[in-house]
């Protein structure tokens, strides 16, 4: 060992070498070799390039259920999807579902999640029975609510009775029907928010709340000054989440409404599938349909991801 040290007592620095600078055959810190990251490859493209790449060849493309990619049509799919009134008014109706259940649910976790925190650190048993929601599958939830507010023997009949509807059927009407749908969503997914942004709310550091309760900051100016702008990125994860979920709701229309009272609960993820999978069975069109809401899901979703840009702008 000592023949190997200079005469300062030191290793002499090898030859050759530059400090931070890769051994050739050494992979660097950080970096997968294409062989590892080879499989996870192949599996993206499989589940997602694949699937993106047919869609877009159907919306292209005379077919049908039996006989798909029959002839090349252009853009005559998007275009008849694009003014097809029916799809047209069930791209609103699932923005305006989307964006009502988002908004509700998120407002509403939020509130549960600040209660729940007051209480302390741990999620309790009060917190896991405000899960049970989430945790039931879309198909028992329609049914359960579809149960409840039948106008004879449902759980709601003895409450509409006593608020002077005897006999009340939300479901018969366009309107309450749709309000329904929201609600039923927004009881089922409030608890992914809750849980979300509890766990937000573990981040944020207890000196900054007792600066705030030393200078004679309340509750709501310390919710808004201290707690806010911590777990405000996170909401607005949150919110996307929720819009996301909301956009894509198939479940519980086909279970409660089948679209109706008349098309009144027809959103798009339902009218892509009659389009496709009843009738005709147009599997170009409702191909063409897809990209066009996509479309419209994107904007959407960019638009919450700017907010969420900008909430995490201000928190720095």
Do not use: C
């Not at 007592?9 to 062989?35: D, F, K, Y």
């Not at 937000?200 to 309340?218: F, I, M, S, T």
């Not at 009144?264 to 496709?276: D, P």
């Amino acid at each position: 060992m000592t023949q190997l040290l200079d005469g300062r007592g030191t290793l002499p620095r090898q030859r050759g070498r530059v400090p931070g600078r890769a051994v050739p055959g050494r992979h660097r810190p950080g970096h997968v070799s294409t062989w590892l990251a080879a499989p996870s490859l192949a599996g993206l493209a499989l589940m997602l390039v694949y699937p993106t790449v047919f869609v877009v060849a159907l919306a292209v493309t005379k077919s049908s259920l039996a006989r798909p990619l029959q002839r090349f049509t252009g853009t005559d799919n998007l275009v008849e999807a694009w003014e097809s009134l029916a799809f047209a008014g069930s791209l609103v109706r699932s923005v305006v579902f989307a964006v009502l259940a988002a908004l509700a649910a998120t407002a509403l976790g939020v509130v549960l999640a600040l209660l729940l925190h007051a209480r302390g650190t741990r999620f309790g048993v009060v917190g896991t029975i405000l899960l049970l929601p989430l945790v039931t599958p879309p198909v028992m939830v329609g049914v359960a609510w579809k149960l409840m507010l039948a106008p004879v023997g449902g759980a709601f009949g003895g409450l509409f009775s006593a608020l002077g509807f005897p006999g009340a059927n939300p479901l018969g009407d366009s309107v309450g029907a749709f309000g329904a749908l929201v609600v039923m969503h927004v009881w089922q997914w409030t608890p992914l928010v809750t849980l979300l942004v509890f766990a937000a709310l573990l981040g944020v550091p207890e000196e900054l709340r007792e600066a705030a309760a030393l200078d004679g900051a309340g509750a709501f100016r310390s919710f808004t000054h201290v707690v806010w702008p911590v777990i405000a990125p996170n909401v607005f994860s949150v919110l996307l989440l929720e819009l996301v979920i909301g956009l894509k709701v198939f479940d519980l229309v086909t279970v409660v409404t089948q679209g109706g009272p008349g098309v009144s609960t027809i959103v798009s993820s339902f009218e892509i599938f009659r389009t496709g999978m009843r009738g005709s069975y147009e599997i170009g069109t409702a191909a063409a349909e897809t990209l066009v809401f996509g479309l419209v899901v994107g904007v959407l979703t960019t638009v919450v991801t700017l907010l969420r840009a900008r909430a995490v702008r201000a928190d720095r």
